[in-house]
């Protein structure tokens, strides 16, 4: 009793500091928005057309990339400044048909690059790193490079705003948000809509308007070339190279810039299997970047409270391995009750919810500002504080990976029409798909025992969230089996 007290009550001492800053983002996403909205009216500055490279890394994709090229091809930009370069790494016969539709746009005039390496080394990073080589080589080497990946589709007057954002030689780096063309799909694509706005719309909101760090999304942003190579260009040695090479441009003094009024639409993973890869990929690649990049960032000169703003952002992914580890602690909350103390565990919970649970509250209320209230707080809410709980035995892992592990295995999401793919992912069977199903039995036991004698009715909200979260994990992953197994047969 007492080990699981312990671990219970540091646990939720750790996540309370998290809250805690989560609150800090909330404030300052607010107080950017307001600085926003009162300089709307300011005349922008007046984009002078300068060399720009579009780069498209794709790998097996599927229709979605036409539609990309599409877009790319009818950028509202002077043609004869424009280069377009479609990094194809794939290997599933894919490539011949981008390979025809380059050739068409080609034959209308457009500047459009089929670019194919002999093999995928460095992943993504040696695709950008291969196509800026080239690119320095051409009659008219670009100034700035935008980045897109194959789910997203290019807003005709994208590089016309993001290139005003440049007026300041000091700027390295300019990132929209990202928009959803599915979100309505069903309620996965529900709820990461809501996390990605809370991204975007809170986190970068906030350290954009603070003057601090925030990182290019690895799509939907431009850089300055001149930017990347003084960082020392794209590098491999992480899975997310786009937060990699961030950080090191910020240290070595660039400035970013975010665009909350420029949003790009894209496309969400429509299945739990597709949003554990995509997870998979962000969580161990920030833990692999926090390990390489948190000693240089310490050693930095860099003001205290950014170092510290800068720790909480490339450690935040370890809430969820604390999530797993507070879910084995979960019973104390009822075992407390069922102790005769009450006020134990009071003391416990309330801070929990003013500093954990209601500061998601807040957060994801900023993000979502100016929609309808009550469907969002009665069921966005709940469900994305479900999906979190529910994710962090997968999670975990990941995180363990970035910490301890050495892959450097670069795992591309699969995208909506990829059912074969999935289905063959889904059935490598692995030890989390084992632990979701247990999680919820080990939940269930000590709140019916807890029901069953009277006491404990306190804690029920509190470990119900746990249960319906990896309840709605382990349902998703079987209705999207069958539904694969469906489209297979």
Not at 62 to 80: F, I, Q, T
Not at 98 to 108: D, N, Q, T, Y
Not at 378 to 387: I, K, N, S, T, Y
Not at 453 to 474: D, E, K, N, T, W
Request: proline residues 5%.
């Amino acid at each position: 009793m007492i080990p699981f007290a312990v671990l219970y009550l540091t646990l939720m001492g750790i996540l309370l500091l998290y809250g805690t800053h989560r609150y800090w983002l909330a404030w300052g996403a607010f107080m950017a928005g307001r600085r926003r909205r009162a300089s709307a009216a300011t005349r922008p500055p007046v984009v002078v057309p300068r060399p720009v490279l579009i780069q498209l890394p794709i790998y097996n994709e599927g229709e979605e990339v036409l539609e990309l090229l599409r877009s790319a091809a009818e950028l509202d930009y002077p043609r004869e400044l424009l280069q377009i370069q479609v990094l194809d790494d794939s290997d599933d016969g894919s490539e011949q048909r981008v390979a025809a539709a380059v050739a068409s746009w080609r034959a209308r005039g457009v500047s459009m690059e089929h670019v194919r390496r002999a093999s995928r080394e460095g992943y993504k990073a040696g695709a950008l790193a291969e196509g800026l080589q080239r690119a320095a080589a051409s009659e008219s080497p670009p100034e700035f490079v935008a980045i897109f990946d194959a789910d997203f589709v290019v807003p005709s007057d994208f590089l016309t705003a993001a290139l005003a954002e440049f007026s300041d030689d000091r700027v390295g780096m300019v990132q929209a948000r990202w928009g959803f063309l599915n979100e309505k799909s069903n309620l996965l694509t529900r709820v990461q809509a809501l996390m990605l706005d809370g991204h975007f719309a809170v986190e970068h909101q906030a350290r954009a308007g603070a003057e601090r760090f925030f990182n290019f999304n690895g799509t939907a942003g431009v850089w300055r070339i001149e930017a990347i190579a003084d960082a020392g260009g794209w590098n491999a040695d992480t899975i997310t190279e786009d937060l990699d090479l961030s950080i090191r441009a910020w240290l070595r003094g660039w400035r970013f810039r975010y665009m909350d009024d420029l949003v790009v639409p894209s496309q969400l993973p429509e299945t739990i299997s597709a949003f554990k890869v995509q997870q998979n990929r962000w969580v161990s690649g920030s833990l692999q970047t926090a390990k390489k990049c948190l000693p240089i960032v310490l050693r930095s000169t860099l003001p205290w409270r950014d170092k510290l703003d800068l720790g909480f952002y490339l450690t935040g992914n370890l809430t969820y391995l604390m999530l797993f580890l507070l879910t084995l602690a979960v019973p104390v909350a009822v075992l407390l009750r069922l102790d005769g103390t009450p006020l134990a565990a009071l003391w416990a919970d309330v801070p929990f919810f003013a500093f954990a649970t209601l500061s998601v509250l807040v957060f994801y209320g900023c993000a979502r500002r100016g929609r309808r209230v009550l469907p969002f707080f009665c069921g966005r809410v709940p469900a994305l504080m479900a999906l979190g709980l529910g994710m962090s035995a997968h999670n975990s892992r990941a995180a363990c990976r970035g910490l301890f592990g050495r892959s450097r295995v670069f795992e591309r999401t699969p995208k909506g029409g990829r059912t074969r793919e999935l289905a063959a992912r889904f059935r490598r069977l692995d030890w989390v798909s084992c632990v979701e199903p247990l999680m919820i039995i080990y939940l269930v036991v000590p709140l019916a025992v807890g029901v069953a004698i009277g006491r404990g009715i306190g804690a029920i909200p509190f470990a119900l969230l746990f249960v319906l979260g990896y309840l709605f994990v382990f349902v998703e992953a079987r209705r999207g089996w069958f539904a694969r197994r469906g489209r297979l047969s």
